[in-house]
């Protein structure tokens, strides 16, 4: 086993679950107007400035790329933007943690048992590698049902809060002015199913990417872990058309301009270009990691690096009181977190 590889895949979780906590702050700003520079900042400018500086020749490299590597690099990149916006559809059907327990479930297993179908020769050890994806599904299945169970109790609680109050000699319930939406959970499930497939695409384009490391290391004599840097300029490319196209859709449609400049804007600013800088510092050490861990990188570091950072993200939720109140989903969650640790443990293994 790969020392070093294992820790920049424990760096790259820690980025990749804590780069959330910048969406909380998007406010005074709408949406598109955070969006458009967090995506710019993430996927264009932090990616080939990190690329450039470690290799100086990445603009030659991607030249001398076949044409048929970058589509297919860039077109997996795009799918994978069609995810995210599938990802907030499903949201309003299913709430968030259901869709979240169905997309890192499929985000961690397609993303790597892709790239595994997709090898000439099986490794001998495929079997393990099956294993651990499998216990790993079953780890954010277990942090998914513990998310709704905390949904629920925290429902309760708000209803609870509506009192009653005395009118003369008759108790009489406030009126509450209450629209529900009726929305089929099946709908739901099946855009999360979408959105899960389509999220492990970026590591699919990732993996497909492989000639531009080897012309990087082979012809300019880069170093292995830099030149998984240039893939990601080219699979981010795609991300951006559609992450950025969708954001101008969102500027246009809502006439949202001048929303650019709104007074008190400069926090939230700051927490996009942070989780920016976070979102691709997950996905470069990451791409590092995997290439220190030889042909099985990105059949491994993928579900490993999403599995740690649910366990990352949910300590953040538990240190922000997320959980406060709600003992028994905690528990729960405790539990599928240990799945998660061992089944991460089990895809290291599977490395050695």
């Known amino acids: 086993m790969n020392l070093l590889a294992i820790i920049l895949i424990l760096c790259a979780s820690f980025f990749q679950g804590t780069f959330g ?3 909380k702050h998007i406010s005074p700003l709408k949406w598109e107007n955070w969006w458009i ?5 993430a996927m264009i400018i932090f990616p080939m400035a990190w690329s450039v500086i470690a290799i100086p020749d990445t603009f030659n490299i991607i030249m001398e790329t076949s044409n048929d590597v970058l589509m297919i690099a860039m077109f997996f990149g795009f799918l994978w933007g069609i995810g995210g916006i599938l990802f907030g559809m499903s949201v309003e059907y299913t709430g968030i943690s259901i869709t979240y327990g169905i997309v890192m479930g499929l985000a961690a297993s397609m ?8 090898m000439e020769t099986l490794p001998e050890n495929y079997t393990i590698v099956l294993a651990g994806v ?11 049902y513990a998310g709704v169970q905390r949904d629920r109790l925290s429902k309760v609680e708000e209803v609870k809060e509506v009192e009653d109050y005395e009118d003369g000699d008759t108790l009489v319930a406030p009126e509450v002015a209450v629209t529900t939406v009726k929305k089929s959970i099946k709908v739901g499930v099946m855009i999360a199913v979408a959105c899960g497939v389509l999220s492990a695409l970026l590591n699919v384009g990732f993996s497909n990417a492989s000639p531009i490391v080897d012309i990087a290391v082979n012809k300019y004599n880069a170093n292995a872990t830099d030149a998984s ?4 300029v080219v699979v981010l490319v795609g991300a951006y058309i559609m992450n950025a196209g969708y954001a101008i859709y969102q500027l246009v ?6 929303g650019f400049s709104v007074k008190g804007s400069g926090k939230a600013y700051m927490w996009s270009i942070l989780a920016g800088l976070f979102w691709f510092a997950a996905l470069g050490v990451y ?11 990105a059949v491994i570091g993928w579900p490993m690096m999403l599995g740690i950072s649910l ?3 949910n300590v953040w939720g538990y240190r922000m009181g997320e959980w406060d109140g709600a003992q028994k989903p905690f528990k729960q969650l405790l539990g599928g977190l240990a799945v998660l640790i061992f089944a991460t443990c089990i895809l290291g293994y599977s490395n050695i």
């Open 21 to 23: 906590l910048g969406m």
């Open 287 to 297: 791409g590092q990691g995997a290439a220190l861990m030889g042909k099985l990188g």
């Open 229 to 232: 840097l240039v893939a990601w």
């Open 111 to 118: 993303g790597s048992l892709i790239p595994l179908a997709q």
């Open 37 to 41: 520079l967090h995506a710019t900042v």
């Open 311 to 313: 366990i990352i993200s």
């Open 134 to 144: 499998a216990l790993l599904l079953v780890g954010v299945a277990i942090t998914a």
């Open 253 to 258: 449609k809502n006439n949202s301009w001048s």
